[in-house]
């Protein structure tokens, strides 16, 4: 079997090639495509240090339509514009007063409209090279990439996020349950979802960690959210969760952080970028990669003094794993139970056929496919639908390359707060960001 990852100098490359050579994972060439050929080298560096000559065999490949011909799955995990870019998401929407989280709020739309043009012709060119392929985004805004690539991969394309399985793991073990004897009954978007039930014997025990102040005070989402709030909701929310509950927290922290998160991971980063060749790569690599773990979230941390991050906490399951999961039930027919984004079809009430929802999905050789979730509740169900239709109307603009399109999806996002914040907001990123003046071609 062959496997591409677009996105191939990504920093998380080793851990998916060390949980392949790890396993019968039935893939024997890897086929790493980026845009910037030193990062590829860099990552390469790194694999060939930690492999010693075993797993599969890496071609490096810079022409995508060559990199995907005839593959088997593809794993697209590219970032348009850079962390450079994402910094500057971050910095522009704060100075306006509002969030610039790379999937969520302003950031998220920003980032949206820069990457679904480049993720669309991803699409087309693996629809045309390698009609069968599965293609397993990564690429954030997640839920958005993938509702566009779906438009011409269909349920070919499948979108994954490791908050899910993270939330279930931590939940479990607060609980103090095994993970495998539980339904967790969670549905929503992408970085936008609820854990509202878990199952054991056919019996919810949600409400007896929800009554426990100890159980709330012992896992990462109970401490940011706090056991009032969550004892309102009945439910535990994705992390995400917390720039909308909680968002002038979010907001304030940032602020004040001495520098955002995309700063922070472009100094770590760089220094290991630019020092990749020779002996120690892979320490080198080990070293940053520890860190960024550790201090994912870390400003919404603080602002709910959570304190740091447990090691236990770290434990989320990591991308590169639910990726093999998924690519290992989808080749073996493995009929295994995971949580994706995908087209609705009728799994969540309420929300239409195509869009892209992320639920438990039953997965297998012919694909995943989501299981009936039920309705949302109420205020839930609003706010999914709000930021679905901004979802949609940042794909519409991208796609029609209007300036006031892009006004228009900004300003309806719930986190946008004022039209006047959405026009300057992609005035300083066209004036900033190349990226976006190629898509933003027009009034
Ligand atoms: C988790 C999220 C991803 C997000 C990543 C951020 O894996 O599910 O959506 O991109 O964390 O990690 P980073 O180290 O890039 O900030
Ligand atoms: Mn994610």
């Given at each position: 079997?062959?496997?591409?990852?677009?996105?191939?100098?990504?920093?998380?490359?080793?851990?998916?090639?060390?949980?392949?050579?790890?396993?019968?994972?039935?893939?024997?060439?890897?086929?790493?495509?980026?845009?910037?050929?030193?990062?590829?080298?860099?990552?390469?560096?790194?694999?060939?240090?930690?492999?010693?000559?075993?797993?599969?065999?890496?071609?490096?490949?810079?022409?995508?339509?060559?990199?995907?011909?005839?593959?088997?799955?593809?794993?697209?995990?590219?970032?348009?514009?850079?962390?450079?870019?994402?910094?500057?998401?971050?910095?522009?929407?704060?100075?306006?007063?509002?969030?610039?989280?790379?999937?969520?709020?302003?950031?998220?739309?920003?980032?949206?409209?820069?990457?679904?043009?480049?993720?669309?012709?991803?699409?087309?060119?693996?629809?045309?090279?390698?009609?069968?392929?599965?293609?397993?985004?990564?690429?954030?805004?997640?839920?958005?990439?993938?509702?566009?690539?779906?438009?011409?991969?269909?349920?070919?394309?499948?979108?994954?996020?490791?908050?899910?399985?993270?939330?279930?793991?931590?939940?479990?073990?607060?609980?103090?349950?095994?993970?495998?004897?539980?339904?967790?009954?969670?549905?929503?978007?992408?970085?936008?979802?609820?854990?509202?039930?878990?199952?054991?014997?056919g019996r919810d025990v949600l409400p007896d960690l929800l009554a426990s102040d100890d159980a709330l005070?012992?896992?990462?989402?109970?401490?940011?959210?706090?056991?009032?709030?969550?004892?309102?909701?009945?439910?535990?929310?994705n992390e995400y969760l917390y720039y909308y509950y909680f968002t002038r927290d979010a907001i304030a922290?940032?602020?004040?952080?001495?520098?955002?998160?995309?700063?922070?991971?472009?100094?770590?980063?760089?220094?290991?970028?630019?020092?990749?060749?020779?002996?120690?790569?892979?320490?080198?690599?080990?070293?940053?990669?520890?860190?960024?773990?550790?201090?994912?979230?870390?400003?919404?941390?603080?602002?709910?003094?959570?304190?740091?991050?447990?090691?236990?906490?770290?434990?989320?399951?990591?991308?590169?794993?639910?990726?093999?999961?998924?690519?290992?039930?989808?080749?073996?027919?493995?009929?295994?139970?995971?949580?994706?984004?995908?087209?609705?079809?009728?799994?969540?009430?309420?929300?239409?056929?195509?869009?892209?929802?992320?639920?438990?999905?039953?997965?297998?050789?012919?694909?995943?496919?989501?299981?009936?979730?039920?309705?949302?509740?109420?205020s839930a169900a609003a706010l999914v639908a709000s930021v679905k239709a901004t979802e949609r109307a940042?794909?519409?603009?991208?796609?029609?390359?209007?300036?006031?399109?892009?006004?228009?999806?900004?300003?309806?996002?719930?986190?946008?707060?004022?039209?006047?914040?959405?026009?300057?907001?992609?005035?300083?990123?066209?004036?900033?960001?190349?990226?976006?003046?190629?898509?933003?071609?027009?009034?």
């Open positions: 079997m062959r496997l591409t990852i677009l996105g191939g100098g990504g920093f998380r490359v080793p851990l998916v090639h060390r949980a392949l050579a790890s396993e019968e994972s039935g893939v024997d060439t890897v086929v790493l495509h980026d845009t910037d050929a030193e990062r590829v080298r860099a990552v390469r560096a790194v694999l060939e240090e930690r492999s010693g000559g075993r797993g599969p065999k890496l071609v490096v490949e810079s022409d995508l339509a060559a990199a995907v011909r005839g593959t088997d799955f593809v794993f697209s995990a590219i970032r348009v514009g850079g962390l450079a870019g994402r910094s500057c998401d971050e910095r522009t929407a704060l100075g306006q007063g509002v969030l610039g989280q790379e999937t969520t709020g302003a950031g998220g739309v920003l980032y949206g409209l820069r990457t679904v043009p480049v993720a669309l012709r991803i699409a087309s060119t693996i629809a045309a090279e390698a009609p069968d392929a599965w293609v397993i985004n990564f690429t954030n805004p997640a839920g958005m990439v993938t509702e566009a690539m779906s438009s011409v991969l269909g349920d070919r394309v499948i979108g994954i996020c490791d908050s899910p399985v993270g939330l279930f793991r931590r939940v479990a073990r607060a609980l103090g349950i095994p993970m495998g004897d539980a339904w967790f009954d969670y549905a929503g978007l992408n970085h936008l979802g609820w854990l509202r039930r878990v199952l054991v014997g005070g012992s896992f990462e989402e109970g401490k940011l959210f706090g056991a009032p709030w969550l004892r309102t909701l009945s439910a535990i929310p922290s940032a602020t004040s952080a001495p520098a955002t998160r995309g700063e922070f991971l472009l100094q770590q980063q760089a220094g290991f970028y630019a020092s990749s060749s020779g002996a120690g790569a892979a320490e080198r690599w080990d070293e940053v990669r520890r860190e960024r773990e550790a201090t994912y979230m870390a400003e919404s941390r603080e602002a709910a003094g959570v304190g740091d991050r447990d090691s236990a906490d770290l434990d989320g399951g990591g991308y590169d794993r639910v990726a093999l999961a998924l690519m290992r039930a989808i080749a073996a027919d493995e009929r295994a139970t995971l949580v994706l984004n995908v087209r609705n079809r009728s799994a969540l009430a309420g929300v239409d056929a195509d869009a892209v929802v992320e639920v438990p999905c039953l997965v297998g050789r012919n694909g995943a496919h989501p299981l009936a979730a039920g309705a949302l509740d109420p940042t794909i519409a603009a991208a796609r029609s390359g209007s300036r006031r399109a892009a006004v228009a999806a900004l300003a309806g996002h719930p986190l946008v707060d004022s039209v006047t914040t959405a026009e300057r907001l992609i005035e300083a990123e066209l004036a900033a960001l190349p990226e976006l003046r190629a898509v933003l071609t027009h009034d």
